[in-house]
């Protein structure tokens, strides 16, 4: 169970932490682009000696009403971030886009994987995905980040979730991604309320025979403020017990803020499920 991320190969049999860094300019204070790239980089040398195995970065905001950045306005925040952290850090860098030219621009920068929400949706983006030769991560997501939280609604979310990526799994390897560089991740807060995500967290294990490794990332999420009634930046305790569930529920890769905490969390999980 090794996949290869840009000649990097982790056993998918266990679980690893990946750090979430925006770069976004609400992400940083605004010092310029050079202040920027210094900020991003304090940031992932920190995430990679706290243990993280993975750095998403990404330089377009999913948050409903947020403003739809341009391709250049993309590739000018992504890219130098990618490029420095590729050559510094013993880190896969994984870019967390939509668009193709960010895809393939940022693996030939020496990004690892391709995160991509929208599950290789957009044009362009499945052969970009599958030209850049790294694993890809294909997420449910029901309808277009501006929209998806106006009451969304399933029969049963566990199995449209799972109709979704399969056929997400379908197009991906008909433009020629190896299926055994697919990732599935069912999306927690994309087009879902609470019931539904605390269904697809109850039964994620049911995931597992689509027959890839699941990402998650719940961390901080307003599922977690809903649950504790808690605001974004108190959400800690809550993201740890949720990335905690995900590791014995068998996720190969947790998304989160918190890298330091969670390391913790995945290695106490992980030494109780060697046991069993
Ligand atoms: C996710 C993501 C997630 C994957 C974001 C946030 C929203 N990528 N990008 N899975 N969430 N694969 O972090 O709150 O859940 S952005």
């Given amino acids: 169970?090794?996949?290869?991320?840009?000649?990097?190969?982790?056993?998918?049999?266990?679980?690893?932490?990946?750090?979430?860094?925006n770069v976004t300019p609400d992400s940083f204070s605004d010092g310029g682009r050079f202040n920027r790239l210094d900020a991003a980089l304090l940031k992932a040398r920190q995430m990679a000696r706290d243990g993280a195995a993975f750095v998403d970065v990404g330089g377009e905001?999913?948050?409903?009403?947020?403003?739809?950045?341009?391709?250049?306005?993309?590739?000018?925040?992504?890219?130098?971030v990618v490029e420095a952290i590729s050559r510094e850090?013993?880190?896969?860098?994984?870019?967390?886009?939509?668009?193709?030219?960010?895809?393939?621009q940022a693996v030939g920068l020496g990004a690892g994987l391709i995160n991509d929400v929208r599950a290789l949706q957009r044009d362009g983006a499945a052969s970009a995905a599958a030209n850049a030769g790294v694993p890809v991560c294909l997420m449910h997501i029901k309808g277009e980040p501006d929209t998806m939280q106006n009451r969304p609604v399933y029969e049963n979310v566990l199995r449209e979730v799972g109709e979704f990526l399969t056929l997400r799994i379908r197009a991906a390897e008909k433009a020629g991604v190896s299926p055994k560089s697919i990732i599935l991740d069912p999306g927690f807060g994309f087009g879902k309320n609470l019931d539904h995500n605390l269904r697809l967290l109850a039964s994620l294990e049911q995931l597992h025979v689509l027959g890839h490794p699941l990402l998650v990332g719940m961390s901080r999420k307003s599922m977690l403020g809903q649950i504790t009634g808690r605001e974004v930046d108190e959400r800690l305790p809550a993201s740890i017990a949720a990335a905690t569930i995900s590791a014995m529920k068998g996720a190969s890769i947790v998304r989160v803020h918190d890298v330091r905490e969670t390391v913790d969390a995945v290695r106490v999980s992980m030494a109780v499920k060697e046991v069993v």
């Fill in 1 to 21: 169970m090794e996949m290869n991320f840009a000649g990097r190969v982790l056993d998918m049999s266990r679980c690893h932490v990946m750090g979430v860094l």
């Fill in 61 to 80: 905001s999913t948050r409903p009403g947020a403003a739809r950045v341009s391709v250049q306005e993309e590739l000018d925040r992504v890219c130098p």
């Fill in 89 to 104: 850090l013993d880190v896969i860098v994984s870019v967390d886009t939509s668009t193709p030219e960010v895809m393939s």
